[in-house]
């Protein structure tokens, strides 16, 4: 790991918004998919957002569409998980993932950051 890089989790209250960010080095970022999981405890790894290598066509996850905006700037090598409207239910560790195409699976996407903590309160 290392090679991405989370920031921008933190505490927040219900109806609130947090801004995620993934930056990643040494790597052809704009040859691949970018997406964001979510593991809460007690919870298996599960799919938030995908994002096509040029951007553009997007996946999301039921729970988060509507309220969660991925998107990405080659330019700078990084990736954003723009969450809105956040509820207690969206608590979690939020890791971003690189790989060859929008997969929902975890074990289909090739490298992985450390992860950010999102907890957000009612």
């Known amino acids: 790991q290392g090679q991405l890089v989370e920031s921008g989790g933190g505490l927040a209250q219900a109806g609130d918004s947090l801004r995620l960010s993934c930056a990643a080095s040494?790597?052809?970022?704009?040859?691949?998919?970018m997406g964001w999981f979510r593991q809460a405890p007690g919870k298996e790894r599960e799919f938030v957002a995908a994002?096509?290598?040029?951007?553009?066509?997007?996946l999301y996850a039921d729970s988060v569409k509507a309220r969660f905006t991925i998107s990405r700037d080659n330019a700078k090598n990084t990736v954003y998980l723009q969450m809105n409207s956040l509820k207690p239910e969206d608590t979690a560790v939020y890791y971003c993932?690189?790989?060859?195409?929008?997969?929902?699976?975890?074990?289909?996407?090739?490298?992985w950051g450390q992860g950010t903590q999102v907890t957000v309160s009612s």
């Open positions: 993932a690189a790989g060859a195409g929008l997969y929902m699976n975890y074990e289909q996407w090739d490298a």
């Open positions: 040494g790597r052809a970022f704009s040859s691949y998919a």
């Open positions: 994002i096509r290598r040029s951007g553009g066509i997007t």
